[in-house]
């Protein structure tokens, strides 16, 4: 069963920094894109940032200069640097991939999304 699985979240002051990790595991052929979204208090998603198989990122006008997004292929992992932190950047964060899944001797791809960690920041 393929699981992503986020870290990192927590409560922070305005202007500060957090790190968020994602981990794949399971049985995986290939990680395709991956990215980040995140569910605001007032219940809207966003998408923040997705970076391709090939290191290619693209980030959201509200985080671009304060938020990096790497990943690293050979741990099967996707993080999100988040520096400069503000009241309005407090949310749910959910980590999202797309994975070519081993099934029955064929491999499947479909979109896959962690459970989320919250990142608050005070004022």
């Known amino acids: 069963q393929v699981q992503l699985v986020e870290s990192g979240g927590g409560l922070v002051q305005a202007g500060g920094s957090l790190r968020l990790s994602c981990a794949a595991s399971?049985?995986?052929?290939?990680?395709?894109?991956m990215g980040w979204y995140r569910q605001t208090p007032g219940n809207r998603r966003e998408l923040v940032a997705t970076?391709?198989?090939?290191?290619?990122?693209n980030y959201a006008d509200s985080v671009k200069g304060r938020f990096t997004i790497a990943r690293d292929n050979a741990k099967n992992t996707v993080s999100l640097q988040m520096d400069s932190l503000k009241p309005e950047d407090t949310a749910v964060y959910y980590c999202?991939?797309?994975?070519?899944?081993?099934?029955?001797?064929?491999?499947?791809?479909?979109?896959?999304w962690g459970p989320g960690t919250q990142v608050t920041v005070s004022a």
């Open positions: 399971g049985s995986i052929f290939s990680l395709n894109a």
């Open positions: 999202t991939a797309r994975i070519g899944v081993w099934k029955a001797a064929v491999v499947v791809v479909n979109d896959y």
């Open positions: 970076i391709t198989e090939s290191g290619s990122a």
